[in-house]
């Protein structure tokens, strides 16, 4: 039911059944409490003149503003993205970048199945980025060496692989950052020996990012 | 405009023009929806009776808390409750076969007033009772010979965080790690490595230690 602001009376003016329903009817519907319907609603502005009521939101979740920046809404604290990838063949001592086919979760538009081997900061502050990568087993005989890094350039892992096992590197990783960083992951493997059989990469890949809040 | 009390009318009295305007239309102006302005206000109480205040909407990600003085709601961009420390360089401990504590060149932040310019090593000063979490790496590299197992730990009850048995001569292993610990306040968090081996040429090249505050509990 929408606002509308009474004109000034003056005595002698006749005042209506019609303007009593437009002015105190629908402009006591359009305030609090008339846009109230149910307990924990929240009044907030959609406009000059006008609002609307918040519906409470669920147990744990904070009031946020929404990503247009023009109301608040509930939601939960975390603003973040969870992907994997499946299995990857890599090329002996060359880094590579990983492409992530699953979405767990995004919450802040951090990844696109059209851009899939970039993961992007959405906008400044800090963020903890923690995944596992797990390596095929080598089938040469020999121990590679494992590496994974971050934005080309934050190494956050390195391990050996042996001989016929499968091999996995966890990282944690805390750090500031600006706003549209690229935070793709790369892995590579090395060795001093003789190339690896053509299918030696990684079995998968999950990377998470997790906003902390800024500093 | 400022919002007035409807008096109590009874049987027979007369309801003006004037108090039309005063009553109705002016507390009508006085309120919402007329204050509104922009899209995401809310409203809030400025005093203990019939005042209040706007609220203008925030910026995404903002979250709603309680201003400094406790008088108003707010939106703000949470900060972190935590400290990250960085080492870059090339550092050979002097005793081999020992723990060898990290000196942290590099604040990239300090959102708590964790860091304690005191101690060369002891740089993180927990602030107040709680859970934490503490993580980062430590990058080192092997000598030639050096056969050995680096380890990391955190302190201060010289928590193992890190081992990597069977590294390879000249390698360059990366120990990562994720702690959630309860400390107490002025508890001191320290890093330290241990140099595997007498043979030369074990190095730290970089380390990095974050803390970060995550709740009470009780």
């Not at chain 1, 602001?5 to 409490?33: E, K, M, Q, V």
């Not at chain 1, 059209?114 to 992007?120: E, G, L, M, R």
């Not at chain 1, 892992?157 to 935070?183: D, H, L, M, Q, R």
């Not at chain 1, 590579?188 to 030696?200: F, R």
Request: aromatic content about 14%.
């Amino acid at each position: 039911m929408a606002y509308t602001a009474l004109p000034t009376f003056i005595t002698g003016d006749l005042f209506t059944a019609a303007n009593a329903n437009s002015y105190w009817r629908d402009n006591f519907a359009a305030g609090a409490p008339g846009v109230f319907a149910a307990a924990g609603d929240l009044h907030y502005a959609t406009g000059a003149n006008a609002g609307a009521a918040l519906t409470i939101g669920d147990a744990g979740q904070v009031l946020s503003v929404n990503s247009g920046g023009t109301a608040p809404e509930w939601d939960g604290s975390l603003i973040g993205v969870g992907v994997s990838s499946t299995d990857t063949n890599l090329v002996k001592n060359e880094y590579k970048t990983v492409v992530f086919d699953t979405e767990a979760f995004d919450t802040g538009s951090f990844y696109s199945s059209t851009n899939s081997d970039a993961v992007t900061i959405p906008f400044a502050g800090v963020f903890q980025l923690s995944g596992t990568v797990t390596f095929d087993a080598s089938t040469d005989g020999t121990a590679p060496f494992l590496s994974v890094r971050i934005g080309g350039t934050n190494m956050v892992g390195f391990g050996w692989g042996y001989p016929g096992e499968v091999s996995a590197i966890s990282f944690c990783y805390t750090n500031k950052f600006a706003a549209n960083y690229n935070a793709y992951l790369e892995v590579s493997y090395g060795c001093t020996g003789t190339a690896y059989s053509t299918d030696y990469g990684i079995d998968c890949a999950d990377y998470q990012i997790v906003w902390l809040g800024t500093t | 405009m400022a919002y007035k009390v409807v008096p109590t009318v009874v049987t027979g009295d007369y309801w003006t023009a004037g108090q039309n305007n005063t009553y109705i239309r002016d507390n009508f102006k006085a309120t919402l929806p007329d204050l509104w302005t922009a899209a995401g206000q809310m409203v809030y109480a400025t005093t203990s009776t019939e005042s209040f205040g706007l609220l203008t909407i925030g910026t995404y990600p903002n979250r709603l808390t309680v201003n400094a003085g406790a008088t108003a709601p707010e939106w703000v961009t949470p900060q972190v409750n935590g400290i990250l420390l960085t080492y870059s360089g090339v550092t050979n401990p002097s005793v081999d076969d020992d723990w060898f504590p990290v000196s942290f060149g590099t604040k990239v932040y300090d959102g708590g007033s964790y860091y304690d310019s005191t101690s060369t090593y002891n740089q993180i000063k927990i602030p107040a009772d709680g859970i934490y979490q503490t993580s980062g790496y430590v990058y080192v590299s092997l000598g030639t010979y050096n056969q050995g197992t680096p380890k990391a730990r955190i302190g201060p009850d010289d928590h193992l965080v890190w081992s990597a048995k069977g590294s390879i001569n000249g390698g360059y292993p990366i120990g990562t790690f994720c702690i959630v610990r309860r400390y107490a306040a002025n508890d001191l968090i320290y890093l330290e490595i241990y140099n595997p081996y007498e043979k030369a040429g074990f190095t730290l090249r970089e380390a990095r230690l974050s803390v970060r505050y995550l709740g009470v509990s009780t």
